[in-house]
């Protein structure tokens, strides 16, 4: 089962922080590029942001870039969410190119995850 898995999300009032999770089932993150992205109902899949293989955030999304924070170590990507709005409830996902070592700009979006859902209301 070759599968990332989000973790992380919850209901949260506006204001608040969350830090959400992204890991390998099957295989591993090493040396591969990670994107971020959201949905909520309605309304286009967007990009949040992308880590590359070395650890170099990039490409955050215009609206989330002065809050979020994209980071990871050997085994785990992550989101930090600070300053959450109700503008940011969507289903949050994270996703990865099947080849290793590839670029953010280059990556292609081979495996998703599930999501994990994030509801900022009060």
């Known amino acids: 089962q070759l599968q990332l898995v989000e973790s992380g999300g919850g209901l949260v009032q506006p204001g608040k922080s969350l830090r959400l999770s992204c890991r390998a089932s099957?295989?591993?993150?090493?040396?591969?590029?990670i994107g971020w992205f959201r949905q909520a109902p309605g309304k286009e899949r967007e990009k949040i942001s992308c880590i590359d293989d070395v650890g170099m955030p990039t490409d955050y999304l215009d609206s989330v870039k002065d809050r979020f924070t994209t980071s990871r170590d050997n085994a785990r990507v992550y989101l930090q969410m600070t300053g959450l709005k109700p503008d940011d409830t969507a289903i949050y996902y994270c996703a990865a190119d099947e080849k290793r070592f590839t670029t953010c700009g280059g990556m292609h979006l081979d495996y998703w995850g599930p999501g994990t859902p994030v509801t900022v209301s009060s």
């Open positions: 099957g295989f591993t993150l090493e040396h591969r590029a």
